[in-house]
């Protein structure tokens, strides 16, 4: 196997696991906001917003493959090699589990807004923290990326 093969196992997994969270998240969300729309079908909006949420993971997934994209080349080293791996392996697992468990923060945001309570700006705040290490992770690809 040459390193390369390892580099692009790391940037398929770095995808696909973003790409997976962001679908279960936005599900999740999705449901809840069907859910509410039979109570409060008034507030499709907020339900809109906060069912995309967890649809940003999959982008910092495709954002991190932009990040390394320059340093995947047939001479790579092992060491570059595994460093892409490493890092599509963090990423893809971190934005699995913040899309996750963002999108059950946003459905039970949206289920109280459903239930009439004012509650957008404060699910928005609380949907921010499991967001934040999906961000962190892609800095953290940047800065791997950086090192090669």
Known sequence: ???IVLAYIGVGLMIGLA?????YGVTITGNASV???KKNPDKFGNYMVLSALPGSQ???GFLG???ISGYLNMDMSWLA???VFGAGLALGFVSLFSAIRQGQ?????IAGIGAGYDLFGKTLILAVFPELYAIVAVAATFLIGQSL
Do not use: E, H, R
């Not at 790409?19 to 679908?23: D, H, L, Q, Y």
């Not at 923060?105 to 945001?109: E, L, Q, S, T, W």
């Open 35 to 37: 859910g509410a729309m």
């Open 58 to 60: 999959g982008l910092y």
């Open 19 to 23: 790409g997976i969270g962001s679908a």
């Open 81 to 83: 090699a595994a460093g």
């Open 1 to 3: 196997m040459q390193p």
């Open 105 to 109: 923060v946003c459905a039970n945001g």
């Open 65 to 67: 493959y932009f990040l």
